[in-house]
Structures are given as structure tokens and as C-alpha cells.
């Protein structure tokens, strides 16, 4: 059974930066993609940024020249290093997997997700 766990949300101030870290285990194969969803409350979960087994990275307009998506040193973590970060960017970041040989959508969809964190919690003041 895949798990991922996040790690590295909190509060910041307009401005500042967080770098958020997934880690997977489980896998039982090496066919698999990350990427991050946000969700706030009463909103649908949503693709931020995304990654393919080949770097072809994928982002969101709202992240775009603001974040940087990128696989960590062993292939099984995720990381979202988000800077200038906005009032707007609060909300739950989740960590999800996609199991198989086909690329995320662009954007990604929820759906396509096998697997998710449990979510890690992004709060930006003005």
C-alpha cells in the first residue's frame, strides 16, 4: 500500500517562502508521477504543480515563476518550494501519486490520483 507523507506547511507572512516535502513508500513498481493538489473549503481539489518521469514539469497559473516543483536526491520524494507566497495561496496542500505509464493531465486532475497525503496545512497573513 502507497503512502505519502508531507511535510513543511505553516504560517508565513505575505512575501515569505516555504519549502514543502512528500515522501512515498510503498510502491511496487517504478511506473509512477507526483504532484501537488491544493483544497480549501469548499473547493474542489485543484493541481498546483506536477512532475513526470522525464522532469516535464507542469504548474499552475497562480504558481508559475513563484514555485518550483522538483524530485528530491532519492526518486520517491517530492518537493514545492513556494516563495513570494500570497494571502491567496492559503490553503491544505496534498502530496498525490499516479500509479501506471501515462503523464498527468495538464492540468492535473484529482481523479488521476492512486494515492494522497494527508494533506499539510499553508497559511499565509497579509
Known amino acids: 500500500q502507497v503512502q505519502l507523507v508531507e511535510s513543511g506547511g505553516g504560517s508565513v507572512q505575505a512575501g515569505g517562502s516555504l519549502r514543502l516535502s512528500c515522501v512515498g513508500s510503498?510502491?511496487?513498481?517504478?511506473?509512477?508521477?507526483m504532484a501537488w493538489f491544493r483544497q480549501g473549503p469548499g473547493n474542489e481539489r485543484e493541481g498546483v504543480a506536477a512532475?513526470?518521469?522525464?522532469?516535464?514539469?507542469y504548474y499552475s497559473d497562480s504558481a508559475k515563476g513563484r514555485f518550483i516543483v522538483s524530485q528530491g536526491n532519492a526518486k520517491n520524494t517530492l518537493l514545492l518550494q513556494m516563495s513570494d507566497l500570497k494571502p491567496e495561496d492559503t490553503d491544505t496542500y496534498y502530496c498525490a501519486a499516479k500509479e501506471g505509464t501515462r503523464r498527468w493531465s495538464r492540468p492535473p486532475e484529482a481523479y488521476e490520483a492512486t494515492s494522497w497525503g494527508q494533506g499539510t496545512q499553508v497559511t499565509v497573513s497579509s
Open positions: 512532475i513526470d518521469r522525464d522532469g516535464y514539469t
Open positions: 510503498g510502491f511496487t513498481s517504478a511506473y509512477y508521477r
